[in-house]
């Protein structure tokens, strides 16, 4: 018996396996995401290189002044691009800030794409070398690992394999980097970051430089997640919950502090938060609405959703 908090999966038995593989590859990822909401996936497709370095490139990013950290803020954009400072974004049930500051990398598009005014341009960080370079590459790399997760998702579903292609091609996703800074005074009551579910589709989590992240398992015990080498924390996010109505599970997960004598060791941690377009209709699938599990949402869209969502975390006024 294994003592992992969460199953783990391989998705090269979906990309590339036999239709057996591929069966039984569809089935475990729903499962997990059912049951738990939350998987661990080997062989996904990420580089271990390309992750190394955006983690060096971050590490610098974050070591910089503060003075110069602000000037890659971008004022009334919600931290949908460039740098956030410290303090600034808490759970939405906790009015105390997390102890963590990030940079935020949104979608790629051409000038003349029709979305193009929905999609800021991405802050260029000169000062950092090949910062915005890997940025892009690992932004692409997750895309195209969650396309297959979602495509696997999708079978599970009863729907088209291809369905999410059309919402997630484009879509509103945004790669973060997080630094949580060494500890330095008895914190007031904050944590690095406060238990949470995350808004979008869903997360790809490529392990942190330290331990602590948490979830909320079914008999309400947090339990620490600690990823394998090379392996990628996948879980749920809202929305997805939301258009299955219930049915996958966005669990509840944290960022405690660590023990005191660990106090001086930051923390640095990568998330891809997977979002379809501002126009996907988030209204619950029919197959997921039963007599057990009644209708649980109004419609709305993920655009909708993600502007509330934005306000109950402080990122948008």
Known sequence: MSDRTIPVVDLSKFVNGSEEERTAFVSELGRAFHEVGFVGVVNHGVRKELVDDFYRASKDFFSLPVSQKRQFKIDGLAGQRGYTSFGTEHAKQSQVADLKEFFQIGQYVAPDHPLKEQYPDNVDVPVIDRFNELSEELYKSFEKSGGHLLRAIALHLDLDEDFFDNHINDGNSILRTIHYPPITEEPRSAIRAEQHEDINLITLLVGASAGGLQLLNAQNE???????????????????????????????????????????????????F?????AMDLSCLEQCITDERPLAYEPITAGEYLDERLREIGLKK
């Open 274 to 278: 997977l979002h379809p377009v501002s």
């Open 222 to 272: 947090w339990q620490d997640i600690t990823p394998g080498e090379n392996e990628i924390v996948i879980n749920v996010g809202d929305m997805l919950q939301r258009f299955t109505n219930n049915y996958l599970k966005s669990t509840t997960h944290r960022v405690v502090n660590p023990p005191r004598e660990q106090w001086h060791v930051p923390r640095l941690s990568i998330p891809f």
